[in-house]
């Protein structure tokens, strides 16, 4: 049985969302170049990934996830940085929650 978005949990709704977000970066192709993923997390992570200015920080990050050499961040690539910021998030958030 298929669930509708409307009755999705907070985690599964949080799921699409990080697929709806890759994909309006990506587009048909499913994969990201240097300027769209330059354009994904300046516009979408600003809170919790200092604004990419610089070409080689932006460089260093690319290489950092195109782990299969193709000059492209595909889903999988993608999925990495989500996890790498989200980690390193949590004793923040977690801490909050505590009090």
């Known amino acids: 049985m298929q669930r509708t978005e409307q009755n999705m949990s907070e985690l599964e709704s949080a799921m699409i969302a990080i697929i709806h977000v890759f994909h309006k970066y990506s587009g048909h192709k499913c994969k990201l170049k240097k300027a769209e993923l330059k354009d994904l997390v300046n516009n979408e992570m600003s809170h919790f990934i200092i604004n990419i200015q610089e ?9 950092d996830l195109d782990q299969n050499g193709d000059l492209e961040i595909d889903f ?15 004793d923040l958030f977690s801490t909050d929650h505590r009090r």
């Open 55 to 63: 070409k080689e920080t932006l460089d260093e990050l690319f290489a």
């Open 76 to 90: 999988q690539e993608f999925i990495a940085l989500i996890a790498m910021v989200t980690s390193t998030c949590h």
